[in-house]
Each structure stands twice: as structure tokens, then as C-alpha cells.
């Protein structure tokens, strides 16, 4: 589990490298190209991963190529990020954009949501050996073919950044983006916090259901394929919310919630026995998550201004990202695998304090730029 674990989190050490890379296209060059190239970087990483010969066939290359295909992926996703947050942020409808722009969470978590379902339906039609010979290339090989869908999509997309913006010398720039140091600080420490807190009650949650609460795996990927699902109905809803209440509110009940309940729900769910009582517990986590997750993108894009928008959102989400919310699961089962798993949910509790501490810091009013 560890070594899985830590190829897992080595695709998020690619993920600052394509935050800068994607981001500077996007202001330089345009929203629309920047997600063409992650879409067809993504599309070719799931590619090689579906079609990777095993190691019986080419030996040590098996695991160095797989290694470099989830770093070619986590290039991808780092440079995504930003460009669709900028993007959905943009074209957004003024005073619905907190509305609008959580459906960036409603698709990543339809993703896991869809990764899921792919993972109980192969678990109910295969059996062990066949899912570990071949059966695995199976997610990759249809993320492939949804990538090529994505990629088409996105050739149908309007562009929304303007050339004069693209043209200033700025755009783009590590310079630019050192004038707007402080914004860029402030999205380090909530989304250290939030993507920890993501990743904990998301990704290791179905690993932590069976390894410490004692489930079968095929009752606790039934668990968070209807957590999942459920969290990304509400998503709109919580967005809708912030942009009545503000995204500083929203941030500030994440902060506060995530700080007094993540020790509790946590220390339950290591004895919980009952499914609909885990069922429980996770919603109520992600609901607490809710308030982070459906305003990420606008909340970001608010605080760059327009020539170094992509780049401001999409480097300081993938650096804390990758440290914090890429190494989750290695962090989790690391302790776990000592003894201290409880030092683990005390972890992210201390982050989900700092969440609280910057969201102080924001513009009452919840805004920044105008988009």
C-alpha cells in the first residue's frame, strides 16, 4: 500500500511544473490552447498506462515506464487545474459565479465518482487474479477515450482572455506574479488545508474504511460511491450559498468546521460497524469540504489579476497540493503503519487551523478582481 501510495503522490510532484507551464500558456497565449495541450497530455499519459506492457515482458522498464507515465499525467492535471478555474471563473454570469464555477468540483468529482463505479462493477464481474493480470488497464484505457471527448469539447470553447491582456509584457510571468506575492501566499495556506482535507475524506477514505474500520472493500466503495455522489449534487448548492453569504463566510466555516469536527469523525469511523453509519459520518465530512471545494476556482481567480491569472491559480494550487494533499494517503498509512494514526486526523486538524487563519485575511465582502 505504501509503495502504491507513493506512486500515487509522485504524479503530484509533476503537478507545480505543469502549474507554471500551463498557466503561463494560458496568459500568454490563451485559455482555450492551455487546456487543449493538458487534455492531449492527459489523453496520451492514460494511454501508455492502459497499454504498458508487464514486467514479465520488458522487465524493470514495467515500473520505471508506469512511474513515467503518472509523472506525464500529474503535468497534466497541474496545468488543468488552473486553466479551467481561470476559464469557468471567467465566462461565469456576474453574481452567480460562485454558482457556476463549482461545477469544476462537480466534474473532478464525478471523475472519482465514475473511477469508482468502474472499480465495483470490475470487483462484482472478475475475479482477483484476472483484475490483477489485466483487468486494472481497464479505468486507463477508458480515461483515454474520455480524454478524447474532453478534447473535442474544448475545441468548441470561446476564448475569454483578451489580447491587450495577453500582450503586456507581465502576462504570464514569475515577475508579474511576484507583484501579487501576497494573494499567492494566502491560496498556499487554505488550499494546503483544503486539499489535505479533500484528498483524507476523498481518495484514502474507501482505503481507510477497510484498513481501520474493518469493511469489506466492496462495502466501503458502495459507501463513498454514494458519499461521492451526493457530494457532488450539493456543490451548486454551496456555491449558490457563497454568493449570497461571500467567499471569506464560506472559507471561515470550512476553516472553523473542518477544525473542531475532523478528530471526532475520524475516531468514529475506526469502530464504526454499520455502512449507513459510515454512510453518515463521510457526508458529513464532505459536507464541511463543501464549503472549500465549490468556491476553489472563483476564490483563486478573484484574488490574480487577469495577465497572471491562469499562472497565480494554478502554481500556488499545485505546489500545496502536491505537498499536502498529493502526500495524504502516504502520510496516513506511514503513521498508521508505526502505531500513531491518530496523530494523523491531529495533522489535519492543525492544517484545517490554518485554513481558518487565512481565510480571515480575505476581502470581507468575499471578492477580489473583477473577472
Not at 497534466?76 to 479551467?84: H, I
Not at 483544503?194 to 466501503?220: D, E, I, P, R, W
Not at 464532505?286 to 471545494?293: A, D, G, K, P, R
Not at 487577469?306 to 499562472?311: G, K, N
Request: aromatic share 12%; glycine share 10%.
Amino acid at each position: 500500500l505504501l509503495q502504491t501510495a507513493g506512486v500515487f503522490a509522485a504524479g503530484f510532484l509533476m503537478r507545480p511544473i505543469g502549474g507554471w507551464l500551463f498557466g503561463r500558456i494560458a496568459d500568454k497565449h490563451g485559455r482555450k490552447k492551455s487546456m487543449l495541450l493538458s487534455v492531449c497530455m492527459m489523453c496520451f499519459g492514460s494511454l501508455v498506462i492502459a497499454c504498458l506492457p508487464g514486467y514479465e515482458t520488458i522487465g524493470t522498464w514495467a515500473p520505471a515506464l508506469l512511474l513515467l507515465a503518472r509523472l506525464f499525467q500529474g503535468l497534466s492535471v497541474g496545468g488543468e487545474y488552473g486553466t479551467s478555474a481561470t476559464y469557468m471563473s471567467e465566462v461565469a454570469v456576474e453574481g452567480r459565479k460562485g454558482f457556476y464555477a463549482s461545477f469544476q468540483y462537480v466534474t473532478l468529482i464525478g471523475g472519482q465518482l465514475l473511477a469508482l463505479l468502474v472499480v465495483v462493477v470490475l470487483q462484482h464481474t472478475m475475479e482477483d487474479a484476472v483484475l490483477r493480470e489485466w483487468g486494472w488497464r481497464i479505468p486507463f484505457a477508458l480515461g483515454a477515450v474520455l480524454a478524447v471527448v474532453a478534447l473535442w469539447l474544448c475545441r468548441q470553447l470561446d476564448e475569454t482572455s483578451q489580447q491587450e491582456t495577453r500582450a503586456l509584457k507581465e502576462a504570464g510571468s514569475l515577475k508579474g506574479l511576484w507583484r501579487n506575492r501576497r494573494a499567492f501566499i494566502m491560496v498556499l495556506g487554505f488550499t494546503a488545508a483544503a486539499s489535505l482535507c479533500f484528498y483524507t475524506f476523498t481518495t484514502y477514505m474507501q482505503k481507510y474504511l477497510v484498513n481501520t474500520a474493518g469493511m469489506h472493500a466492496n462495502v466501503a466503495s458502495g459507501i463513498m460511491t454514494a458519499a461521492l455522489f451526493v457530494f457532488m449534487l450539493i456543490q451548486p448548492l454551496i456555491g449558490a450559498l457563497s454568493d449570497k453569504i461571500g467567499r471569506r463566510t464560506s472559507m471561515l466555516c470550512f476553516g472553523s468546521l473542518a477544525t473542531i469536527f475532523t478528530v471526532p469523525i475520524l475516531s468514529a469511523l475506526q469502530n464504526v460497524s454499520s455502512p449507513y453509519a459510515a454512510f453518515g459520518l463521510v457526508m458529513c465530512a464532505l459536507l464541511i469540504v463543501s464549503f472549500y471545494t465549490s468556491i476553489s476556482g472563483i476564490l483563486k481567480a478573484e484574488m490574480f489579476p487577469a495577465q497572471v491569472r491562469a499562472l497565480g491559480v494554478g502554481l500556488s494550487y499545485a505546489v500545496a497540493n502536491a505537498i499536502f494533499g498529493g502526500s495524504a494517503e502516504y502520510v496516513a498509512l506511514s503513521l498508521k503503519s508505526i502505531g500513531m494514526e491518530t496523530a494523523f486526523f491531529w495533522y489535519v486538524t492543525l492544517m484545517a487551523v490554518v485554513a481558518f487563519l487565512v481565510s480571515l485575511t480575505l476581502h470581507r465582502k468575499g471578492k477580489g478582481m473583477r473577472l
